[in-house]
């Protein structure tokens, strides 16, 4: 299990010592979530602060982009320094013509599903997909509770990804709890995403170790 810490619950005003810290902790991953005020009802940060992160960290940047038609920045968002970059299906009318657009700009392509949106939207790209994101919130803000029903959204794309001869990743984002997270990764989930449930329990090293305790990793 890969556990992406979202910066979303960390201090905005610290985010390079925030981004050390989750390094000297042993975490790999960084999950942005970038908002727009439209996909979404908040807004967060754009392609300027995910470029200023990437001048101090080497962590793997696991951007979340909630925003309307996001194949009009897929090329900010990799000079930024975007590893993977994580589009909606809700949110463009051209999802294998984004998420090629990725995969051209040198970016691992993944899609995001919001919970009421079904698997289907995405059978036909997984083969080109490095992961698919279940939201396990409707999403926008931190703090919110895991809707039930995506633990089952979980396993069966976790089918349907067996049964297509895909790779791709699993992730899960919203109300992600020491309490579920076993339970996720039974299902079939191989990547975590923590806001609240990380940040707000320092030191960051033993809640790693915890998280990864709990699902057997
Ligand atoms: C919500 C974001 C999440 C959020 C998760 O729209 O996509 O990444 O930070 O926060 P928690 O873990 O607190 O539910
Ligand atoms: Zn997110």
Redesign the pocket.
């Known amino acids: 299990m890969i556990l992406s810490p979202?910066l979303?619950?960390a201090d905005f005003a610290r985010l390079a010592d925030e981004l050390a810290a989750l390094k000297a902790a042993g975490v790999q991953w960084a999950?942005l979530?970038v908002m727009d005020g439209s996909f979404?009802p908040n807004i967060t940060y754009g392609p300027p602060v995910i470029a200023a992160m990437r001048k101090t960290s080497d962590l793997f940047f696991d951007c979340?982009l909630?925003i309307d038609e996001p194949g009009r920045y897929v090329d900010d968002f990799a000079k930024a320094g975007a590893d993977l970059i994580c589009v909606h299906v809700e949110a463009t009318n051209h999802l294998e013509r984004t998420c090629a657009a990725i995969a051209q700009a040198g970016c691992k392509p993944a899609v995001a599903l919001n919970p009421a949106t079904p698997l289907e939207a995405v059978r036909y790209l997984l083969p080109q997909l490095h992961m698919v994101l279940v939201?396990s919130?409707n999403?926008?803000?931190?703090?919110?509770a895991f809707i039930p029903f995506c633990l089952d959204k979980v396993r069966e794309l976790k089918n349907m990804i067996i049964q297509a001869g895909a790779s791709t990743l699993i992730q899960v984002?919203?109300?992600?709890t020491l309490d579920n997270c076993a339970e996720l990764v039974a299902a079939g989930a191989d990547v975590l995403?923590?806001?609240?449930?990380f940040f707000g329990h320092p030191p960051y090293d033993r809640r790693l170790r915890q998280f990864m305790e709990r699902c057997g990793g």
Do not use: C, K, Y
């Open positions: 979202s979303l619950s999950h979530d979404v979340h909630m939201m919130v999403p926008g803000f931190g703090g919110q984002d919203g109300g992600v995403v923590s806001g609240s449930a």
